[in-house]
């Protein structure tokens, strides 16, 4: 929680954000995942100066509880002095200790936010699902948080007033716009109607720019001039007499690559644009692929 502190800006944790996607569609299905297809209303986890803190709190956490289909789990949520925003006893369950800041005493329109990220822990936890290392599994989180419907609540409470700044979670402003914004093009659900910070709006512009990039990397037909130039300039190299097995082009996880395959012929692999699964298919000019994982269809000139 930066609370006061310099706010971390741009897409340093971008691909770990990328995994954390991959990972959510291997484990729970394209079909199991359209049933997130509507975010936390944000009537649902309303919280007024003039409401009771902990009764407050105990029904914002039944409804995000409700929102990730964990019917059996029960929140117990109480309040400390700490320095992060909150914290979760991962236990076996059904019920589960949810700590909140102090601070969330008088910053109530925060606490649905704060306990969006730490239902999505025990979500995560009941899947079995999680990364290598303890700020791989904060960003998994954060980004599961906002891909199935609860994480504009974070985006929503960063705020910067003067000298003063909040931010809640371990992405930054644009990597939360960023993933509510690949949730939005598969969605169809825009989230940027119920931001109530000036500048959480201008990170999700900021997050759908560089979602919308990923579907305009080569070799997918939607690519820019400059891309599709590099891209067959790679592409004759790889055709050369050292055949270029491997070779890449492009930056990160949207890079392609092109390999042999048996008999000689040329195949190109590249991210999947929704679920940045990797995609191999020929190289023979136009071609239409299906990603396995999410179903996307996609538009191809290899």
């Not at 969330?104 to 079995?128: C, Q, S």
């Not at 199935?148 to 716009?177: H, I």
Request: proline share 5%.
């Amino acid at each position: 929680m930066a609370n006061g502190g310099p706010v971390e800006h741009g897409f340093p944790h971008l691909e770990t954000v990328r995994a954390a996607v991959t990972a959510l569609y291997r484990r729970l299905s394209y079909d199991v995942l359209r049933t997130f297809s509507t975010s936390v209303a944000p009537a649902d986890v309303a919280f007024g100066d003039a409401d009771d803190l902990h009764l407050g709190a105990q029904r914002v956490a039944r409804e995000i509880v409700g929102h990730f289909r964990l019917p059996d789990a029960r929140l117990i949520v109480g309040f400390r002095e700490m320095t992060h925003a909150a914290h979760v006893e991962l236990a076996s369950g059904p019920e589960y200790f949810v700590e909140l800041n102090d601070r969330f005493r008088e910053h109530r329109r925060d606490i649905g936010a704060a306990l969006a990220h730490e239902v999505a822990h025990v979500y995560l936890h009941r899947l079995g699902l999680a990364f290598p290392t303890t700020a791989e599994n904060e960003i998994l989180t954060d980004t599961v948080t906002a891909y199935l419907g609860a994480g504009w609540l974070l985006l929503d409470a960063y705020r910067e007033q003067g000298g003063a700044s909040q931010k809640l979670g371990y992405l930054t402003p644009e990597e939360f716009g960023y993933v509510l914004a690949k949730r939005a093009l598969f969605f169809g659900e825009d989230p940027s109607v119920w931001f109530t910070s000036a500048q959480a709006y201008t990170a999700y512009g900021k997050g759908m720019e560089r979602a919308r990039r990923d579907g305009r990397q080569p070799p997918l037909t939607a690519a820019g001039w400059a891309g599709r130039r590099r891209y067959a300039h790679d592409r004759r190299q790889a055709q050369g007499p050292a055949e270029g097995a491997g070779s890449t082009g492009g930056a990160g996880s949207a890079a392609y690559g092109f390999s042999s395959a048996p008999g000689g012929a040329l195949r190109v692999d590249f991210p999947c644009p929704t679920c940045h699964q990797r995609i191999r298919v020929p190289v023979r000019g136009r071609v239409r692929a299906r990603c396995g994982l999410c179903t996307s269809v996609l538009e191809c000139d290899t």
